[in-house]
């Protein structure tokens, strides 16, 4: 479980690193950037920030290198707003999960347009066989009450 001074501290890293993409890393490289989440380690050394890039896989590449190099200017812009003795060294992963999701979607509307081509294809069919394929239960007659009538 991580401390709530831990993910307040993420989550201004990610504003401070947002906005310094924004405005003031004018590399040619960078791509359209947004920072989707930061994870910082318990005892706050670490930074994992975690990005995603609009374009081809080249526009990834080439932002990924962007980044590396803006790391130590970037470190030292959130070392500057967040007045730590030890600012968290920064830690950049493209995050997969917006073209993990597209896949997943892609997936699952073939599926739905399986299920109804199977739809259709039942439409006005009969089982083969009998109506009801299911065993009856035995009637047993009981020969002493028809006596009586």
Do not use: C, W
């Not at 812009?77 to 968290?88: A, D, N």
């Not at 299911?134 to 009637?139: D, G, T, V």
């Amino acid at each position: 479980m991580v401390s709530p001074r831990v993910r307040k501290i993420a989550d201004r890293i990610q504003v401070i690193v947002a906005e310094m993409l924004e405005r003031r890393i004018k590399d040619p490289r960078l791509g359209f950037v947004t920072v989707t989440e930061v994870r910082l380690t318990g005892d706050a050394q670490n930074a994992t920030i975690y990005y995603t890039v609009l374009g081809e896989h080249a526009d990834q590449q080439a932002t990924a290198t962007a980044l590396e190099s803006a790391k130590g200017l970037l470190r030292s812009e959130v070392g500057k707003q967040l007045g730590m003795r030890h600012v968290p060294a920064l830690a950049f992963e493209f995050d997969g999960v917006p073209e993990t999701a597209r896949h997943l979607d892609e997936v699952l509307a073939r599926a739905k347009e399986a299920d109804a081509a199977v739809a259709a294809a039942r439409e006005g069919a009969a089982p083969a066989g009998e109506a009801d394929p299911y065993k009856k239960p035995r009637e047993v007659v009981d020969e002493e009450a028809e006596d009586v009538e």
